[in-house]
């Protein structure tokens, strides 16, 4: 550790994880797909940070709008119109699904989530549940806490108090019904429907439409669909959380378009901004925003709308139109899924490989019988797995990829080039030897 890491780690919390085992890497500059370390060292950034820095770092164009509104108005009480606020809306509204007309904006996807459960619970009220799974991230604080399924909720109960229901996911990998798509005849969709009727107060249903952080988990065709007409019938709010991927990750703008699915509410952040400024969007349909016109609308923040944050929007939205990114993505992704599927077929620890656009899991066993390395019991009891010093082999080889217990998230910036895959591919090769070796037969 240099110096600068020394300080930043003895004042500073290195987030989800024992202070003692955190080593950062003091960062010092970044350019297109790559970043630099203090001794001028380079990676490739396999995952786009958090799966977030979507136009890669250093876009000139975002530069320049943040430093526009910087000498234009700095900040102003979110009580007050702007240009720039007016600006960013048009351009959300030529993106986002046809029945998100009207936005609430804070500072990040935690935040939009908050939002989206306080607006859900006012328009439906007195119905207050909501429905999540186990196995999603929806944020840190203690109302999106409670939302997300996985280990990190068990550090924050008890949650808020009454009603969030959980429901199993379309992990068809590892099914939690032990049931095989499609002779399941979609039984863990089918069983909302159950758990609405059965629970009575269900004001929404919050689902990632590609579970993010817990694996990139692409559901079956007829998942979403099925959800989201079992929300319609019930009158309960159907809330897609596209923090994770929204902004072209999927080839889509944002993936409820890949099924045709209008929610009732969107939220997203992280790259609406190319993550230069921090953002949360929480997006809300015409009637959702009519209800509040003769009800109050008990929320806010200092930082909501701010002027710098919502300066980055029309950029970013330009830029895509400009590199005609989304069908970058749909050629590169095309690529990426190839090689990937060819690492499966070198390595016998890969257990799966599986995604959509520029958004993969690669996911790790130990065995045939598809036993992961590390669960999120592992997790929770701070323990290293061999899939994390793997990532940090990966990463003294010069690839930096975000992993969860037993996979790696596989989703650079949407600007890769082929030879910046193929750069990643053989360093993945490489370093996967390691876990074949722990492989038994
Ligand atoms: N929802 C999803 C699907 C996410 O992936 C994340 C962040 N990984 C969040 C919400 C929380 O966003 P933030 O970290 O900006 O608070």
Redesign the pocket.
């Known amino acids: 550790m240099d110096d600068i890491a020394k300080v930043v780690k003895e004042h500073t919390f290195g987030t989800w994880r024992k202070q003692r085992d955190w080593n950062p890497i003091t960062v010092t500059k970044a350019e297109g797909v790559y970043f630099y370390d203090s001794q001028g060292k380079r990676y490739l950034d396999l995952s786009s940070q ?2 977030n820095v979507n136009l890669g770092y250093g876009n000139k164009r975002v530069i320049e709008s943040i430093k526009e509104q910087l000498d234009k108005l700095q900040y102003i009480s979110p009580a007050f119109a702007t240009e720039v606020r007016m600006k960013a809306v048009k351009s959300l509204l030529k993106v986002m699904p046809r029945s998100i007309t009207k936005f609430f904006f804070s500072t ?4 939009a ?1 908050e939002a989206a459960i306080k607006i859900a619970r006012l328009v439906k009220n007195p119905k207050y549940k909501i429905i999540a799974r186990y196995r999603s ?4 604080t203690y109302g ?1 806490i409670s939302l997300t399924g996985d280990y990190r909720r068990w550090f924050a109960e008890p949650h808020i108090p009454g009603g969030v229901v959980r429901i199993p996911e379309p992990y068809c990998f590892r099914c939690p019904l032990k049931l095989k798509y499609p002779d399941c005849n979609l039984a863990c969709a089918n069983y909302v429907e159950y758990v609405i009727r059965n629970e009575h107060n269900v004001a929404g249903i919050i689902l ?1 439409p590609i579970t ?2 817990n694996g990139v988990v692409v559901p079956p065709k007829e998942y979403l669909p099925t959800v989201r007409k079992i929300a319609n019938e019930n009158d309960v709010l159907f809330i897609a ?1 596209e ?2 991927t929204g902004w072209g990750r999927t080839e889509e703008w944002f993936a409820v378009n890949t099924w045709g699915i209008e929610p009732d509410i969107l939220t997203t ?2 790259s609406a901004t190319a993550s230069y400024v921090p953002i ?1 969007i929480t997006g809300v349909s015409k009637e959702i925003g009519e209800f509040f016109e003769d009800n109050f609308f008990a929320h806010g923040h200092t930082f909501e709308a701010h002027p710098i944050s919502l300066s980055a929007i029309p950029a970013v939205i330009e830029e895509f139109e400009r590199l005609d990114l989304l069908s970058h993505v749909k050629a590169m992704g095309k690529y990426l899924g190839e090689r990937l599927m060819e690492l499966k077929e070198r390595h016998k620890s890969i257990g799966d490989v599986r995604g959509v656009g520029l958004f993969w899991a690669v996911e790790f066993v130990k065995d045939k019988n598809n036993t992961p390395f590390a669960t999120y019991e592992d997790k929770y009891k701070g323990n290293t797995s061999s899939v994390d010093k793997v990532a940090k082999k990966l990463l003294d080889e010069g690839v930096y990829v975000f992993n969860g217990p037993s996979w790696f998230v596989i989703s650079p910036p949407l600007i890769i080039k082929k030879e910046e895959i193929d750069e990643a591919i053989d360093k993945l090769d490489k370093v996967i030897s390691e876990l074949d070796k722990e492989y038994r037969e």
């Open positions: 958090l799966v990040s996807g935690t935040e989530n991230y929806h944020g840190s999106s990632e993010g952080t959380d923090v994770m952040a992280k949360g």
